[in-house]
């Protein structure tokens, strides 16, 4: 598997093309075109934060990585990781796989026991491609690349990745409610897909679907469903699923990270701090976190025991944009 694709593209959306680039950009506008301009100055001074710049406006995800002392960010329309320094600065671009060309960078695991980092890759616009692949930290060679889904099979949407102790992965399929899962080589070994995971019929309550994703040490994924809110229990081994019942809201829910086996930081707008004390059978959230909510926060990371958020939207009027790594603090 080092080295090549797990199995043959069977085809691709025109890499140049530049209508999925933009297709962002109205929306974009028109969520901050409703935010008072006062409001997001406020929030831009107030809010204590790791500034870097990109070339890129978009960002997906970062993962802080305590043995080169660095975040790993993935670059979004930019298909690929960056590094950058927790004293900001401009970032530095590590993998760009020619492979995938033409695909967005998202979710990010950064799998410290086998020194590799996994990227996962999609297609936003026709979702016709999914994928992932696993990079040496540090050389940042290429392990294994792995197609998920391509144009004859359902549309997808691959979105976040975890890892278990066996070093199997687990990917979130956003648009289709199912989880593809990897062994540590790049094989794929199940999917994961029931209708449990659609609480709510329609395209309304389903528009992004599975997304952030765990692995919990005492051998189960943690998983939230964007639209609903609703986070799922999956175990590993018999790969059961159950819905944790959670007091509050995580609607609009996006990546997920553990602070403790009891805490579970939920990026979105607005952030959340959840607790569970009975294993996650049930849950409540005890804290919420806004900060920059106009740059759309869209995943967690955790650095010397402090919350950080990625936000997708960077910001600038030359060719490098200014992005932001939030500390978050919750509040009751």
Request: charged residues 20%; glycine residues 10%; proline residues 4%.
């Amino acid at each position: 598997m080092a080295g090549c694709c797990s199995c043959r593209r069977r085809g691709k959306s025109d890499p140049t093309s530049t209508s999925g680039r933009c297709g962002s950009f109205p929306l974009i506008l028109f969520i901050l075109s409703a935010i008072p301009t006062s409001l997001i100055f406020s929030l831009e001074q107030s809010t204590k934060s790791i500034s870097y710049l990109s070339d890129h406006w978009f960002h997906e995800c970062a993962k802080w990585d305590p043995l080169s002392e660095k975040f790993l960010v993935s670059t979004f329309y930019g298909g690929g990781l960056a590094e950058v320094s927790p004293d900001g600065g401009e970032e530095k671009l590590v993998v760009k796989d020619p492979a995938v060309a033409g695909y967005l960078s998202a979710g990010v695991n950064i799998d410290q026991v086998r020194k590799r980092v996994l990227v996962v890759y999609s297609d936003p616009i026709w979702s016709r491609y999914s994928g992932i692949g696993a990079y040496r930290l540090g050389t940042w060679d290429r392990i294994f690349l792995t197609q998920l889904a391509g144009p004859g099979d359902e549309p997808s949407l691959a979105d976040d990745v975890a890892v278990d102790e066996e070093g199997n992965a687990y990917i979130t399929d956003a648009r289709s409610n199912k989880i593809w899962k990897l062994s540590t080589d790049g094989e794929l070994l199940s999917v994961i897909k029931s209708d449990i995971f659609v609480q709510k019929k329609g395209l309304l309550h389903n528009f992004v679907g599975l997304n952030g994703i765990v692995y919990h040490s005492n051998g189960y994924l943690l998983v939230v469903h964007t639209s609903t809110g609703s986070l799922f229990r999956i175990n590993t081994k018999t790969e059961e699923i159950t819905l944790v019942k959670v007091e509050g809201s995580l609607e609009r829910g996006d990546g997920l990270e553990l602070m403790s086996n009891d805490k579970l930081v939920v990026a979105g707008t607005p952030s959340r701090l959840v607790e569970s004390l009975d294993d996650w059978t049930t849950a409540r959230g005890v804290g919420r976190y806004v900060g920059v909510i106009h740059r759309i926060p869209s995943a967690a990371t955790v650095k010397d025991g402090k919350v950080y958020l990625t936000h997708i939207v960077g910001f600038g009027f030359g060719t490098k944009k200014m992005h932001r790594l939030a500390e978050a603090i919750f509040t009751p």
